[in-house]
């Protein structure tokens, strides 16, 4: 993400959610889940899914064309500067989805009127290490928010983290 670890790199998390996405800069807090460290930097963000999270907790970060937002009734956001631009974007970060019980990441796009599409969806968990995505969304739209959803799983042991979040014109 960034070196400056009470800035989320610019983005700010709403007041009026159920829980937030945290910043990290080593392991998480759960033994033998999440990553070690940052993938690149010193700071990465991430959804912990131990207490007091529930099953079906999620987490949003959508940015106004990009913001975080993270939900169980009520969203939970970091936004993003307005990228101030339309047409096809390129979306490339880094995830990690590691622990026992993993839920979803999900990436994906707000239209002005509310309507969410999955633009890309991962399920369960995926090994210690970043992984490397870039997903080339069409058309997108000055007033479109670009986000990430985390979904807590079933149980406590797992957590999903972001780093490196890249967003550009043009396809990939």
């Known amino acids: 993400m ?3 670890a009470s800035s989320f790199c ?8 159920s ?3 945290s910043m990290g800069s080593g392991p ?31 987490a949003k970060y959508d940015t106004t064309v990009s913001h975080i937002l993270l939900t169980t009734g009520f969203p939970s956001r970091i936004f993003v500067p307005n990228l101030d631009r339309s047409g096809d974007m390129c979306v490339e970060f880094r995830y990690n989805m ?4 993993i839920g979803t990441l999900r990436l994906i796009t ?7 599409t999955t633009e890309w969806e991962m399920i369960g968990e995926q090994g210690n290490q970043w992984t490397e995505q870039r997903v080339t969304l069409t058309d997108v739209q000055r ?7 985390g ?18 014109s043009g396809s990939c």
């Open 2 to 4: 960034d070196d400056g």
């Open 10 to 17: 610019g983005m700010t998390q709403s007041s009026d959610d």
């Open 19 to 21: 829980f937030d996405w």
């Open 28 to 58: 998480t807090p759960s033994e033998e889940t999440g990553p070690d460290r940052a993938y690149d930097g010193s700071y990465y963000i991430f959804i912990e899914a131990s207490s007091p999270r529930r099953s079906g907790d999620s």
């Open 98 to 101: 590691y622990g026992f019980h």
């Open 110 to 116: 707000r239209n002005s009127f509310n309507d969410e």
């Open 143 to 149: 007033s479109d928010l670009i986000g990430f959803v």
């Open 151 to 168: 979904i807590r799983a079933d149980e406590y042991s797992g957590d999903i983290s972001l780093d490196n979040v890249r967003i550009s």
